[in-house]
């Protein structure tokens, strides 16, 4: 009788047959599909005004997740409810072209979440006084239009987007302009050296993770993100202190596995301040 041969498949067969199967093997020998450890961030690259008609803008890649942020400023009549505040408009958009499992058509709900996201954590930190957006009070505010746009997506959405939010607010720069009492209208400066950042409260990071099984996973790849429903995310500012903390899916969260995650997310704020 012939000796029976277990089957054995590539590892790409493995990986889309088993894909749970297939990270935690890797994970029971301590490391990721993509080499890095289970509490390893991905290099996170920034260019900054690289789009030549934005009034801001910046590009971030982490690992093959790749985001672009372009703000447009714009003039208008503040609301009668906020007659002396300006706006911060976020909108992400994911479309087919940075990943297959996004289809044509309306916004995806992984867009929607990221852009509420986003617009709370703007109204809940005050990152940037919207009151310091206002020109003349019940007459005219600037309103910043943030367009985020993915242009590759594997996993971790928030962070990436955020990043490029926070950037290429830093680097937003806005006419000087006037207020005409005789014509009731506003006059722009037209001098490049008058123009003026914004006026942010601070500089704020993001750091996500989802846990599969026992383990906790820092930055999470599409691939493993497919497999997990529990995720956590830390927004510290540049003094490490909490300026947001969510938690989704899954149950109740340990307290030892929270200082944890955020003990390692103030290490990578300092590491960017030192």
């Known amino acids: 009788m012939s000796d029976v041969k277990p089957l054995s498949f590539p590892p790409s067969i493995y990986k889309s047959i088993a894909p749970g199967q297939y990270l935690q093997h890797f994970l029971d020998n301590q490391v990721r599909p993509d080499g890095r ?5 991905r290099p996170r690259v920034v ?10 803008s910046c590009i971030v890649r982490a690992g093959e997740s790749v985001f672009v942020c372009g703000i447009k400023a714009e003039i208008a009549e503040p609301e009668l409810e906020a007659p002396s505040r300006g706006w911060i408009v976020p909108n992400v958009e994911m479309g087919p072209l940075c990943n297959g499992k996004f289809k044509p058509g309306p916004p995806r709900e992984l867009a929607q ?19 310091s957006l206002c020109i003349r ?34 680097t937003t720069r806005l006419p000087a302009v006037v207020w005409d009492e005789d ?11 008058a123009k003026h950042p914004l006026a942010l409260s601070s500089h704020i990071e993001s750091f ?7 383990c906790v996973l820092a930055d999470p790849t599409d691939d493993e993100e497919s497999l997990c429903v529990e995720r956590l995310t830390i927004m510290l500012d540049n003094a490490g202190r909490i ?21 390692i997310a103030k290490e990578h704020v300092l590491s960017l301040t030192a």
């Open 37 to 41: 450890t289970v509490s390893e961030f």
């Open 47 to 56: 260019n900054t005004q690289c789009i030549s008609t934005a009034d801001g």
């Open 113 to 131: 979440v990221v852009s509420e996201q986003m617009n709370q954590v703007l109204e809940q930190t005050c990152l940037v006084p919207l009151e």
């Open 137 to 170: 009070e019940k007459k005219a505010a600037w309103c910043l239009y943030a367009d985020i746009v993915c242009l590759n997506y594997d996993g971790n959405a928030f962070d990436c987007a955020w990043k490029a939010l926070m950037h290429a607010l830093e």
């Open 183 to 193: 014509e009731e209208r506003v006059v722009c400066v037209h001098d490049e050296r």
């Open 208 to 214: 996500s993770w989802t846990v599969f099984g026992n």
């Open 243 to 263: 300026c947001k903390l969510v938690k989704m899916g899954g149950t109740h969260i340990q307290k030892g596995l929270l200082k944890g995650c955020l003990q």
